[in-house]
């Protein structure tokens, strides 16, 4: 496919990049920066090429995954400006779920058919450094077939420091417990002084890196993620994704690469201007751009680009779909950090519904695994009875507004 013979008024720079792509080569941070500060009828060719690169890998066929979120606390020892899910130990609105809970929360989930539990959660303090571990040990005796998907790079580092074991070390006890992968969070932008601005105190880039690559050595695989909308700019996106395909070309260890757009309305470091030039999130353009850019930037490395319907919603979730995305994440049952934050796309997709939406714009639903194997591909007719139909409608089934007014999981100060 030659992008000269068909828009023969393209910006040359731009034209030669994506015919490059095209024919297969990789491109650098200052071409992937050029993409991005492209709009207009150079914009349209992009998103062409990603939906092109995206459907000579994965044809039409678009997945998703049955699970369940379990944030097990909201209490952190940590402030982050865009957080608005964490509560100090000493307000009232915090809670803990003991391990008990949390294994019936899987089981439940298992019940309405999920492959896949995913775990995180606030940072407590004074944290059993084991609680990590007990907590993989309990759902697999419980569930054995169940996928743990948990804790972030943060949480990883900070039970490793509670257990005064060494990161391998404690990704080893972990993997032996029966954690399957994890999710690579708490990456927001991976430049050090974009950090210190919106997360003074959170984990270095250094031990980001650190923490992945050990996890993807030792056979755990994770996500790859970027949250982005605040205060960055191109170059700094550029640099992040750049970050992640150097780890890929070493490890390949992630198994999908999910772009987070920052939720502003409850955000501390917005409602209360913390931060000088920060923005109330990406534009629509900025997140066509991502997720276009993201398929063009990683192809040949990252072969999943993910959709987050908890942050852009149905209707753009499949916009993003003809864009060089080909997943659509998670069902969640229960999604508490993005939903505090602000997101208002509620905490449950039932599978019938992520169906027709893929249905809908002419692609194939398949139900995968955590790991991207397929389960099954539905047909056209091939609507059978939903998984989650007996689950409860409410938007409040065990979700965060819930589980903060519950005496029962008070967290105890003492």
Not at 45 to 50: E, F, G, K, L, S
Not at 157 to 163: I, M, P
Not at 176 to 195: H, K, M, N, V
Request: glycine content about 6%; proline content about 3%; charged content about 25%.
């Amino acid at each position: 496919m030659n992008f000269d013979s068909i828009i023969k008024n393209i910006d040359p720079v731009i034209s030669h990049i994506l015919n490059r792509v095209i024919d297969g080569n990789h491109i650098s941070e200052e071409e992937t920066t050029e993409l991005f500060n492209s709009n207009g009828i150079e914009l349209n060719i992009i998103v062409m090429v990603a939906n092109h690169l995206c459907k000579r890998k994965k044809r039409d066929i678009v997945t998703y995954v049955i699970n369940r979120n379990i944030n097990f606390t909201n209490v952190c020892i940590k402030r982050c400006g865009f957080c608005a899910f964490s509560r100090d130990f000493r307000e009232e609105e915090g809670y803990y779920l003991p391990i008990e809970e949390i294994v019936g929360r899987a089981k439940e989930a298992e019940k309405f058919g999920a492959t896949e539990v995913c775990i995180q959660a606030g940072l407590p303090p004074r944290m059993d450094g084991m609680l990590y571990v007990d907590i993989c040990n309990a759902i697999k005796k419980e569930i054995p077939d169940i996928h743990i998907h948990a804790f972030s790079p943060e949480e990883i580092l900070y039970g490793a420091k509670r257990s005064n074991t060494s990161i391998k070390e404690y990704l080893k006890m972990l993997k032996e417990a029966g954690l399957g992968s994890i999710p690579g969070t708490a990456a927001e932008i991976l430049d050090q002084e974009i950090r210190d601005k919106i997360s003074p105190g959170r984990i270095s880039v250094e031990d980001w890196i650190e923490v992945i690559k050990c996890a993807h050595a030792l056979g755990i695989n994770s996500t790859s993620t970027i949250m982005y909308g605040h205060i960055e700019t191109y170059k700094h996106i550029t640099k992040h994704l750049n970050i992640l395909k150097n780890i890929q070309k070493e490890t390949r260890g992630f198994t999908e690469f999910v772009p987070l757009s920052f939720v502003h309305s409850e955000a501390p470091m917005f409602n209360k201007n913390l931060i000088e030039g920060i923005r109330n999130g990406p534009t629509g353009v900025e997140v066509l751009k991502m997720h276009a850019i993201a398929r063009i930037f990683f192809n040949n490395y990252i072969d999943n680009i993910q959709v987050s319907w908890v942050k852009e919603g149905p209707r753009m979730g499949q916009i993003l779909l003809e864009a060089g995305a080909n997943d659509f994440g998670g069902t969640l049952i229960n999604e508490s950090i993005s939903t505090s934050a602000g997101a208002s796309f509620g905490q449950l997709l039932k599978p019938k519904v992520i169906r027709n939406i893929i249905h809908t714009l002419g692609k194939i639903p398949a139900q995968r695994k955590s790991n991207y194997q397929i389960i099954k591909i539905f047909s056209n007719d091939d609507y059978f009875d939903d998984e989650l139909l007996d689950m409860s409608d409410s938007q409040d089934f065990g979700s965060y507004q819930e589980l903060i007014k519950m005496d029962r999981f008070k967290f105890k100060k003492n």
